[in-house]
Nanobody
Framework: QVQLVESGGGLVQAGGSLRLSCAAS????????MGWFRQAPGKEREFVCA????????RYTDSVKGRFTISRDNAKNIVYLQMNSLKPEDTAVYYC????????????????WGQGTQVTVSS
């Protein structure tokens, strides 16, 4: 059974940084793309970024380009989300997901999700 466990969320001031982690288990991590979504209060879940199995293809939503970086460690089965220059509008629950490809993740056609980790950015 695939399990995704996020960690690293918290409260940070605007302009600060956080690094989220997602530990994966239950299947061969290095065969699959990984990604992050977020859901702010009263809004739908939205795509944030994704990375393919070999880490040579990444995709970001426009609002986080240049501020967020997704990376992965296939030896440890962990995907990371480094978030810099955080803004209050980045406040949301962040979810990790896995899929066959970056495209699959971008369109949200994935079967497995973590429980989420709260990120709160104060102004």
């Amino acid at each position: 059974q695939v399990q995704l466990v996020e960690s690293g969320g918290g409260l940070v001031q605007a302009g600060g940084s956080l690094r989220l982690s997602c530990a994966a288990s239950g299947r061969t991590f290095s065969n699959y793309a990984m990604g992050w979504f977020r859901q702010a209060p009263g809004k739908e879940r939205e795509f944030v970024c994704a990375i393919n199995w070999g880490a040579y293809n990444t995709r970001y939503t426009d609002s986080v380009k240049g501020r967020f970086t997704i990376s992965r460690d296939n030896a440890k089965n962990i995907v990371y989300l480094q978030m810099n220059s955080l803004k209050p509008e980045d406040t949301a629950v962040y979810y990790c997901t896995t899929g066959a490809s970056v495209t699959t993740i971008v369109i949200g056609a994935t079967d497995y999700w973590g429980q989420g980790t709260q990120v709160t950015v104060s102004s």
